[in-house]
């Protein structure tokens, strides 16, 4: 809740209709899976006031994309995953072994 995440901004790691990315996992982050989204295109850690986005920090927890989760996972960088908030639906990109050994 605290910076607010999810597709839907409900604090939870569900999916919908125009959810192409499948921000299913719940991460926490860690500074280097924060600079590897960076190197990747997508940096999550600047603040964007234009869209109320206060930027991440190592700590915070985020719904990130399965995809992007698995690309950090086959890097090396993928961050721990809160099992019980992760939707199922991450099971269409990310098997379970993996989500499992990256619990925390």
Request: aromatic content about 6%.
């Amino acid at each position: 809740m605290a910076p607010l995440t999810g597709w839907l901004r409900d604090g939870c790691c569900n999916t919908g209709a125009g959810d192409h990315g499948l921000h299913t996992v719940c991460a926490i982050l860690t500074a280097e899976f924060l600079a590897f989204s960076r190197a990747a295109g997508n940096d999550l850690s600047t603040p964007k006031p234009e869209y109320g986005f206060p930027g991440l920090h190592p700590g915070d927890q985020w719904c990130l994309c399965a995809g992007r989760w698995e690309d950090a996972r086959r890097a090396g960088q993928a961050p721990l995953v809160k099992l019980a908030a992760t939707h199922a639906a991450t099971l269409a990109v990310v098997r379970l072994e993996d989500l499992q050994a990256h619990a925390g």
